[in-house]
């Protein structure tokens, strides 16, 4: 391919991001095209760019909520064994009392994954969805661009 643009006036070689002809000043075909699409979408390049964030920020938060959960049901296990205890009770028997808060906590972070991973995927996957949309129609213009140069 070349980097020269040919002016169909008269017939001067500029280069291929020159918008007009640096002799006669005439219009080039598709002389600064490119830089007409980057500004052309940059406000879909930053909502993309957003959602990319948030899916980033959701995946980050589920994995915290995960930790905190399997934290907060070990905890919860044992305390409540410890509780039982001091009121009078029997207690969970040995370590039940941890084990059934771990497979509360296990249950509950399989929800948790879940949904939190789910709108993690989904957020990061719009994201990108809308910069294959803006690759696809920059692609389909500078081939239409090349075609009619030729």
Known sequence: MSNTNLCPNCGAKNKKKDR????????????????AMAK???ALRTIASI?????????????LAVIGICAASVMGGAAMDSLSRDFGGYGYSGPSGVLSGVVGGLLINFFVILNGGGLAITF?????????????EENTRATVGLLKSQ
């Open 124 to 136: 990061f996957a719009v994201g990108e969805g809308i910069y294959l949309l803006i690759s696809l």
């Open 20 to 35: 007009y002809c640096l002799k006669c000043g005439t219009e080039l075909p598709g002389g600064g095209e490119l830089e």
């Open 40 to 42: 052309k979408y940059k």
């Open 51 to 63: 959602y990319k964030i948030l899916g980033i920020v959701a995946g980050i938060v589920t994995i």
